[in-house]
């Protein structure tokens, strides 16, 4: 059974650059994708970004590309956010599955419990 858990949200002010991290366990391998995703209040979870476990296919939304960088290093998976805005506040989720990586939250089987990112302009 994959496990993932977040850390590295907190209080941030426009602008500033902020390390998310996902530690997995349990059973992530070559053939899993990771994905982060992030869900503001009243709003629909959405893609930021995903890859491969080898670290191939990257994919960011079209918000976050040339802001964001998606990266791991043995069992943690990373989500490096520069320049950060006010409609980044969000809860942001670790989310793995068997095969590509997709931008659909639905495709992805295993998901971490969120830490929260807020933002203040």
């Known amino acids: 059974q994959v496990q993932l858990v977040e850390s590295g949200g907190g209080l941030v002010q426009a602008g500033d650059s902020l390390r998310l991290s996902c530690s997995t366990s349990?059973?992530?391998?070559?053939?899993?994708?990771m994905g982060w995703f992030r869900q503001a209040p009243g709003k629909d979870r959405e893609f930021v970004a995903s890859?491969?476990?080898?670290?191939?296919d990257k994919r960011y939304s079209d918000s976050m590309k040339g802001r964001a960088t998606i990266s791991r290093e043995r069992n943690m998976v990373y989500l490096q956010i520069n320049s950060l805005k006010p409609d980044g506040m969000a809860v942001y989720y670790c989310?793995?599955?068997?095969?590509?990586?997709?931008?659909?939250?639905?495709?992805?089987?295993?998901w971490g419990q969120g830490t929260q990112v807020t933002v203040s302009s």
């Open positions: 890859m491969r476990w080898n670290g191939g």
């Open positions: 989310a793995a599955r068997v095969g590509a990586p997709v931008t659909w939250a639905g495709d992805y089987k295993y």
């Open positions: 349990g059973g992530t391998y070559s053939s899993t994708a």
